[in-house]
Structures are given as C-alpha cells and as structure tokens.
C-alpha cells in the first residue's frame, strides 16, 4: 500500500500560521479517527505531536492543532516559532492487514 | 520515565541477517505494543511491525517475509531480525512503545544500520 501524501515543503514567517495535509484514501485516513503527527529535527527521534486525528499528548503546546475532512488530515502550526522547524510526518492506521501506513513528510521552514 | 535505547551492529553484509535490541529501562515492557520503525538516510518513516508483550505480532505486508520480532520480558528487551537484507535495507532503526497500536508514544534515539559488503 502507498504511502501517505504529503506536501514536500511548507513555510511560513514566526507568528503566521502554516498548514501541512496528508491525503490518504478511505481505507486508512478516511476509515479510521487514528491520525497521527510526528515532529523531526536533524538528527533527532521523531516526537509526537498530535494523535487520534486531534488529541494533543501533555507537554504539546496548544499552537499544534489536527483535524480531519474525508480522507485528508490536517495539522496546523499557529503562532509560529524558530524552534517548531523541522520535518513533519503524518501516520495512519491502515487496517488489520497494512496496519500502519506513514507520509513521505513535509519540511517546515520557519522564514 | 522510560527510555529507549537501540543497539546494533553498524554494519552488515548483503544477504545477511540484521539484528537489533531496544533495552527498555525505567518502565516494564508489559501492557504496550513494541514497534520496529525505520527511516533509510534522508528518506521518510516506515513501520516495519510490532509486538504486544504478550507476543502477538503485526508486520508490515511488504517486509513480512523477511522479519521476526521477539520479546525477552527477563531482559525487558525487544529485537529485531530482518533476514537477507540488500543495500535498501540501510536505515536508521528505531523502536517506539505504543499504549495502543494505532500511534507511538515514545521513541529511542535510532540505532544506524548499514548493508554492505
């Protein structure tokens, strides 16, 4: 199974807000309410940032925001920060049988 | 707070079998799901599988031939084998725990494997 679309670069200057999608079909995004989002820097592990398509683990701070429409997932950035540059990948369950599919990620850059 | 700690051998020969631990300290590995996930050199995210530490295992369709995931609760350890590996197979190699198998709440640091001969 494909993985997940992803915009390959996204930007925007400290204080905008950015939006990254992840499209995927209705046998994963679309069929399941478990989206994930991953936060990367270089040379880091990846953090999660946002699961069940909008919860956000504690010590995630209320800038990181996800939603979901059809088969596409949303993750938005508000009031941009230097420090949330980096990669960001979205994940979805798949299915008993794909189980777990992720996108190919998507570079921000804070300008 | 559990950490994570990946190891490996750097290096490994094509057709060969790569091997990888991830110690867990700090926490238990029972009750949670265990997952192999690696992420080749400027490349993105993939799930290679997982296990519950019971012993149930998922792995992904396109490397199921090829992989075992094991759990050794004595040692509090999880591994990872991939069988007849090529050049496609370099990557970093984290394990990440998972209160529920649809998302990963922690991770290791990564442990890089490299095949070659």
């Known amino acids: 199974q494909s993985a997940l679309t992803q915009p390959r670069s996204v930007a925007g200057s400290p204080g905008q807000s950015v939006t990254i999608s992840c499209t995927g079909t209705?046998?994963?995004?679309?069929?399941?309410?478990?989206v994930s989002w991953y936060q990367q820097h270089p040379g880091k592990a990846p953090k999660r940032m946002i699961y069940?398509?909008?919860k956000r683990p504690s010590g995630v701070p209320d800038r990181f925001s996800g939603s979901k429409s059809g088969n596409t997932a949303s993750l938005t950035i508000s009031g941009l920060r230097a420090e949330d540059e980096g990669d960001y990948y979205c994940?979805?369950?798949?299915?008993?049988?794909?189980?777990?599919?992720f996108g190919g990620g998507t570079k921000l850059t804070v300008l | 707070q559990v950490q994570l700690q990946e190891s490996g051998p750097g290096l490994v020969k094509p057709s060969e079998t790569l091997s990888v631990t991830c110690v867990v300290s700090?926490?238990?590995?029972?009750?949670?799901?265990w997952s192999w996930i690696r992420q080749p050199p400027g490349k993105g995210l993939e799930w290679i599988g997982h296990?519950?530490?019971?012993?149930?295992?998922n792995y992904n369709p396109s490397l199921k031939s090829r992989v075992t995931i094991s759990a050794d609760t004595s040692r509090n350890q999880i591994s990872l084998q991939l069988r007849s590996v090529t050049a496609a197979d370099t990557a970093v190699y984290y394990c990440?725990?998972?209160?529920?198998?649809?998302?990963?709440?922690?991770w290791g640091q990564g442990t890089l494997v490299i095949v070659s001969s």
């Open positions: 990440a725990r998972s209160s529920v198998d649809t998302t990963f709440d922690d």
């Open positions: 700090g926490g238990y590995i029972g009750s949670f799901y």
């Open positions: 296990i519950y530490y019971s012993g149930n295992t």
């Open positions: 209705s046998i994963d995004v679309g069929g399941y309410s478990y």
């Open positions: 069940d398509v909008s």
């Open positions: 994940c979805s369950y798949a299915g008993s049988y794909s189980h777990i599919l």
